[in-house]
Structure formats: C-alpha cells, structure tokens
C-alpha cells in the first residue's frame, strides 16, 4: 500500500521555465512533508520542507505548497536549471502522533531540465 | 565534513553467502536507518535505531538484521542473501527530540547483486 504516491515518473522541461512536481498521500496522520533530491550515484539530500500548520513555504527558487484537504502537495521551481535534473523524492511524517524520524517515501519523479 | 559513510560501495554475491554493508556517520546524530531503493517502489525502511542498543523494524525488515553497539555505526547484516535482495541500499542519520523530524543526511549508496 503505498501511502506517498507520485505519479509521474518522469518530467521534461525547458530550462527558465518553471518546473511542477506532484505528490499524493493517503495517511492522514502525516503531518510534515519533504522534498529530496538525488543525483545518480549519491545519496538523496534534504531541500525543502513543510509542516501541516502552513500551506506554503518558499526557500529561494523552490516552492512547496500543501494541500490538506486534498492530501496534495507540490514542489515548485522557478525558474529551472540544468543542475535541477535530477531524481525528486516526497516524504512524509507523522511525527507529532508518534515522535520518531520515520519518513516514508514516494517513488520519485525524474526532472530533466532541456537547456 | 560531516558525513554518513557506507562499505562497500558496490557488491556483488551469491545466494546465501553473509555478507555485511558498514554505516557510520560523524555527526553525532541519535537517530539512523536503512532503506532500499528499488524502481518504481521508491525508498522503503528496512531497519531504524533511535539510539544505542535500540532499533526496530521498518516496513520491509524480512531477511535483514541490524545492530547499535555505537552511537557512529549502525552495520546492515544478510545472514542468508537471496536474489530479491539485490537492490540499491542507503544508510541515514539524523539528530532527533526537536520541535519536529530532523534532516536525514544519506550515505552514498550500496549497490547490492545477489546471484
């Protein structure tokens, strides 16, 4: 059962313009959510955050906005460049209703940016 | 430089034969985990610890032992391999007991091939 779903797993975009990643989830119980970013032979990283209280937050070029009631939220980029390609992870917690670090991950999306 | 370090990077071997993948990280982090990427299943936790001498089982644990006898080093072990367990597998770590889920910062990566 997969709790965190993206369902694109793959994305072309022409650089400067901006890229939309989508993510779904099913648990209710999951109160913060995150984006990673991973580069072939490396380990995901951390690049942006949300927690259930907000409906937005912006780190320069990247976006997230959630959606509860939906149980949607996406990742903006703007504008895109050739060092976004990369492969996107969304995670999510529930750490407020049991307090540990488990995240559990979608299956990532695969952006690449066309110059 | 603070980092998660796993070894070996890639390996290949036969069914059956023992066989364990080192974790250690230098960040004096609380809280590590593994997961296994495989395609179109994204990331899935194998095993957690949320501190010394304290782990339990994430959502996919079958075949798989972990141990925590130190804070740095938390060793995935394959006491009997089998060919559904090659995969691609990461190593994170992250501090925990904050006002929510810490960054996870992830390993290079184990490339795991059971024959």
């Known amino acids: 059962d997969q709790q965190v779903k993206q369902n694109s797993p793959s994305l072309s975009v022409q650089e400067g313009r901006i890229s939309i990643l989508n993510c779904d989830y099913t648990?209710?119980?999951?109160?913060?959510f995150l984006w990673y970013k991973k580069y072939p032979a490396e380990g995901p990283t951390f690049l942006i955050s949300?927690?259930?209280?907000?409906d937005k937050n912006e780190d320069g070029r990247f976006t997230v906005f959630l959606n509860k009631s939906a149980k949607h939220l996406s990742l903006h980029i703007v504008p895109s460049q050739p060092g976004d390609s990369a492969v996107y992870f969304c995670?999510?917690?529930?750490?407020?209703?049991?307090?540990?670090?488990?995240?559990?991950f979608g299956t990532g999306t695969r952006l690449t940016i066309i110059p | 430089e603070a980092q998660v370090t796993q070894n070996p990077r890639y390996l290949i071997t036969v069914t059956g034969k023992k066989l364990t993948v080192t974790c250690s990280q230098n960040?004096?982090?609380?809280?590590m985990s593994w997961y296994r990427q495989d395609p179109g299943l994204g990331l899935r936790q194998i095993y957690y610890?949320?501190?010394?001498?304290?782990?339990d089982k994430g959502d996919v644990p079958e075949g798989y032992k972990v141990s925590r006898k130190e804070k740095r080093n938390f060793p995935l072990i394959l006491e009997s391999p089998s060919p559904n367990q090659t995969s691609l597998y990461f190593c994170?770590?992250?501090?925990?007991?904050?006002?929510?889920?810490?960054?996870?910062?992830f390993g290079p990566g184990t490339r795991l091939t059971v024959l």
């Open positions: 949300i927690s259930s209280i907000k």
């Open positions: 610890s949320m501190n010394v001498e304290v782990t």
């Open positions: 648990n209710s119980m999951f109160d913060y």
């Open positions: 994170a770590s992250s501090l925990s007991g904050g006002q929510g889920p810490d960054t996870q910062y």
């Open positions: 995670a999510a917690s529930a750490w407020a209703n049991f307090g540990n670090e488990k995240l559990t």
């Open positions: 960040m004096n982090h609380e809280y």
